[in-house]
Every structure is written in structure tokens, then in C-alpha cells.
């Protein structure tokens, strides 16, 4: 009647299936999310800290009722 013990691990993080990337408003350069969250500090290599997401070229069209 007893139940095997389970370890409260943590489980690890499953690959998304798509990658977000982000452009430095400055010089323009692509950086993807996983290298900015290698880095100690979010920065460009310009030294610039702003970034914007890439948004895909797709574009969404909403029926009006």
C-alpha cells in the first residue's frame, strides 16, 4: 500500500517551437532570445539597450460582425 517516493525536481524547460527574435533599434542587428539570455546584461553590440521584437510578415485579418 505504499507509493513510490517522487522527487520534487524541477523538470526541465521543453524547446519552444519557434524562436523570438529581436532587432537593436540603433544599428538594427538580429539577436535571438536565447543569446540575450546568455549575456550578464542586456545589450547590443553598439552598446545600445533597447530592442524591439521582430514580428513576422503575416498579416492578420479580423472579420468585422
Do not use: D, H, W
Not at 521543453?14 to 540575450?36: A, D, I, N, W
Not at 530592442?51 to 510578415?57: A, E, G, L, N, Y
Amino acid at each position: 500500500m505504499s507509493e513510490p517516493m517522487q522527487e520534487n525536481t524541477p523538470q526541465e524547460e521543453k524547446p519552444t517551437s519557434f524562436s523570438v527574435s529581436y532587432s537593436c533599434m540603433r544599428c538594427g542587428t538580429r539577436v535571438s532570445q536565447s543569446e540575450l539570455t546568455r549575456l550578464p546584461e542586456i545589450k547590443c553590440i553598439c552598446g545600445f539597450r533597447v530592442f524591439t521584437k521582430v514580428r513576422p510578415p503575416v498579416v492578420k485579418t479580423v472579420k468585422a460582425y
